[in-house]
């Protein structure tokens, strides 16, 4: 992966062999959140940050036909996912590459890479969900 490409926001998700999303964290609700919020909204306490699971469920979610912003693939997709372990429902780009093999209940799993642009019309790093293959490969 190139090094000089940045995630398209800092503090979202961590890179690397095994990407993950960072949420927040309240240990007096025990509820994770995402994005993390500053506080939690439940009770004001101060969250801290934590890696969510990579591993999750497609909930719901939608192909994008139209002419996309940011040069994002066309088409593309986004859904809900949930990420069971964690308690948590979050939305996210979808595997533009794998569009056919999108269902609801589909295990998926969270990766980072180079897709579209920032604001700055430069090249940056997104996070979206893949999906899982049968059969042991990636
Ligand atoms: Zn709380």
Redesign the pocket.
């Known amino acids: 992966m190139n090094e000089n490409i940045k995630p398209i926001l800092e503090g979202i998700f961590q890179t690397g062999p095994f990407p993950s999303l960072l949420g927040g964290y ?1 240990p ?2 025990r ?1 994770k959140y995402f994005p993390a919020p500053a506080v ?1 909204p ?2 004001l ?1 101060t969250v801290r940050s934590v890696p969510l699971s990579r591993e999750g469920v497609i909930y719901s979610f939608t192909i994008i036909r139209t002419k996309p912003p940011f040069g994002l693939p066309q088409p593309y997709a986004v859904g809900y996912v949930d990420l069971v372990d964690d308690n948590l429902r979050v939305i996210g780009l979808l595997d533009h590459e794998k569009l056919d093999r999108l269902s609801v209940g589909r295990e998926v799993t969270l990766s980072v890479a180079p897709i579209g642009l920032d604001r700055s019309g430069q090249p940056c790093l997104r996070y979206f969900f893949t999906t899982k293959e049968r059969g042991g490969g990636i």
């Open positions: 309240c007096a609700c509820r939690c439940r009770c306490m």
